[in-house]
């Protein structure tokens, strides 16, 4: 099964500590075969929407940088546990902050 993990703008900011332990993490993660992707995101960006036909495009950033995605894993586990425990040992390294795990759809 494969998941998004993604991580809102965090309240840590990264220092080298904190690079160097989720270095450590996402190559246990790609040795492991579980991290198919990984990267981080731009503060800014383009947001698109529809209502009654009429398409909306407004650029960012966004007055919520709280809600903004910053970063994003997706990997492949065996079950939907098993990616809820990368996001806990995700968040242990992180510290505060809050993201979303969804799961992929579609193939593979």
């Keep these: 099964m494969r998941f998004l993990m993604t991580l809102n703008a965090p309240v840590r900011p990264p220092d080298q500590e904190l690079y160097a332990e989720m270095g450590r993490f996402v190559e ?3 040795r492991a075969g579980v991290l198919i992707a990984t990267g981080g995101l731009a503060l800014d960006g383009t947001h698109v929407s529809s209502k009654a036909g009429k398409v909306t495009v407004v650029d960012g950033p966004y007055p919520e940088t709280k809600e903004t995605i910053i970063s994003f894993a997706l990997v492949d586990v065996a079950d939907k546990a098993a990616a809820v425990e990368l ?4 968040f242990a390294i992180q510290g505060d902050g809050e993201g979303d795990l969804r799961q992929v759809y579609g193939p593979e």
């Excluded at 996001?87 to 995700?90: A, M, N, Q, T, V």
């Design 87 to 90: 996001g806990r040992r995700f």
């Design 28 to 30: 246990e993660l790609s």
